[in-house]
T-cell receptor, first 118, second 111 residues
Framework: DAGVIQSPRHEVTEMGQEVTLRCKLI?????LFWYRQTMMRGLELLIY????????DSGMPEDRFSAKMPNASFSTLKIQPSEPRDSAVYFC???FGGGGLSGANVLTFGAGSRLTVL | AQSVTQLDSHVSVSEGTPVLLRCNYS??????LFWYVQHPNKGLQLLLK??????LVKGINGFEAEFKKSETSFHLTKPSAHMSDAAEYFC?????????FGKGTKLSVKP
C-alpha cells in the first residue's frame, strides 16, 4: 500500500485565491482526519469523517474552510478565499475504526501539504 | 479536560547516550496513549501505542515507553541515541471523539 497520499505537497498562492488540498486514504480505512500544524498552535484537528460522514467539524476555523468526501477513498479540503493566516502544513490521516475515534485508533498520516498564502 | 503535557520542548543528547522524553497525562479511567515521531518535512509516524495491556510498550527503532499510573506518566526512552533519531516527538492521548496531541519535543542528537 502506498499509504495516505496528499497533494499538492507545496502550494504558494495569493490572498483571496481558492485553495484545494487533496487526500487519498489507505485502502480499507474508513475514517479520515484533517489536521493543521503551525508553530504557534501545534497540531489541530480540523474535521474528521467516518464512513464518508462528517462526525466532528468543530475544529474548522470558519466558513472559508470546507471539507468533503465524495467517495470512500478520497477527500478534499477547500479554503475560499485564502488568507495569510491560513499558512500552515495540512495533514490528512486515515484509520480503520467504527464510530470515529474510539480512543485506541492508530492514525496513518500523509506527508502533508505545505500552504503559503502571500 | 483530558490532556497530555510534554515537559520539555527541546532535548539535546549526544549520539550513543540515552534518550528520555517526558510525557504526563491527566487522570482518566483507561487512557489510550501513543507516541508519534515527525521527521523534518514528513508526516507523523506511529512509534508505539499503549492500550492497557503491558505497561512497558516496545516500539520501532529501539524506542519504548512505560505507562506509570501512579505518576500519570508515559515517558519515551531509548538506550542509545542515533543521529537518525533527530526529529520531533509527540505524546498523544486517545479520547472519545478526538486525539489530543502534546506540544511536541524536538530531539537533537549531537555527533
Amino acid at each position: 500500500d502506498a499509504g495516505v497520499i496528499q497533494s499538492p505537497r507545496h502550494e504558494v498562492t495569493e490572498m483571496g485565491q481558492e485553495v484545494t488540498l487533496r487526500c487519498k486514504l489507505i485502502s480499507g480505512h474508513n475514517s479520515l482526519f484533517w489536521y493543521r500544524q503551525t508553530m504557534m498552535r501545534g497540531l489541530e484537528l480540523l474535521i474528521y469523517f467516518n464512513n464518508n460522514v462528517p462526525i466532528d467539524d468543530s475544529g474548522m476555523p470558519e466558513d472559508r474552510f470546507s471539507a468533503k468526501m465524495p467517495n470512500a477513498s478520497f477527500s478534499t479540503l477547500k479554503i475560499q478565499p485564502s488568507e495569510p493566516r491560513d499558512s500552515a502544513v495540512y495533514f490528512c490521516a486515515s484509520s480503520f475504526g467504527g464510530g470515529g475515534l474510539s480512543g485506541a485508533n492508530v492514525l496513518t498520516f500523509g506527508a502533508g501539504s505545505r500552504l503559503t498564502v502571500l | 479536560a483530558q490532556s497530555v503535557t510534554q515537559l520539555d520542548s527541546h532535548v539535546s543528547v549526544s549520539e550513543g547516550t540515552p534518550v528520555l522524553l517526558r510525557c504526563n497525562y491527566s487522570s482518566s479511567y483507561s487512557p489510550s496513549l501513543f507516541w508519534y515521531v515527525q521527521h523534518p518535512n514528513k508526516g507523523l509516524q506511529l512509534l508505539l501505542k499503549y492500550t492497557s495491556a503491558a505497561t512497558l510498550v516496545k516500539g520501532i527503532n529501539g524506542f519504548e515507553a512505560e505507562f506509570k499510573k501512579s505518576e500519570t506518566s508515559f515517558h519515551l526512552t531509548k538506550p542509545s541515541a542515533h543521529m537518525s533519531d533527530a526529529a520531533e516527538y509527540f505524546c498523544v492521548r486517545g479520547s472519545q471523539g478526538n486525539l489530543i496531541f502534546g506540544k511536541g519535543t524536538k530531539l537533537s542528537v549531537k555527533p
